[in-house]
């Protein structure tokens, strides 16, 4: 069974910057694609930030600019960099990993969720 553990978040000021890392454990296997959703309180999950093993990366509007999604594919670890923090970013970041299994019948895909790391952008 994988796991996926994130660490990094914590308390910042606005301007300030954390830089996330999620690390994946157990039957470690290749993932198509990794990246980070999060969460604020009373909102939807939403995804932040996604990276596939060609290296195409996607972010989503509010963060464009701002943060950056690495990954490393030899360790099956996915990085988030976050600059310019804004109150707007506090949230639980969740690790996120998918993998696609073609079959006969089509693709099978599997999804796996870190437990989240608090992000907690405050003056």
């Known amino acids: 069974q994988v796991q996926l553990v994130e660490s990094g978040g914590g308390l910042v000021q606005p301007g300030e910057s954390l830089r996330l890392s999620c690390a994946a454990s157990?039957?470690?296997?290749?993932?198509?694609?990794m990246g980070w959703y999060r969460q604020a309180p009373g909102k939807q999950r939403e995804s932040v930030a996604t990276?596939?093993?060609?290296?195409?990366?996607n972010y989503a509007d509010s963060v464009k600019g701002r943060f950056t999604c690495s990954r490393d594919n030899a360790k099956n670890t996915v990085y988030l960099q976050m600059n310019s923090l804004k109150p707007e970013d506090a949230a639980v970041y969740y690790c996120?990993?998918?993998?696609?299994?073609?079959?006969?019948?089509?693709?099978?895909?599997?999804?796996?969720w870190g437990q989240g790391t608090q992000v907690t952008v405050s003056s």
């Open positions: 996120y990993a998918e993998q696609v299994e073609v079959t006969a019948w089509g693709p099978q895909r599997y999804d796996y």
């Open positions: 990276t596939t093993t060609d290296g195409n990366t």
């Open positions: 157990g039957n470690i296997f290749a993932f198509d694609t």
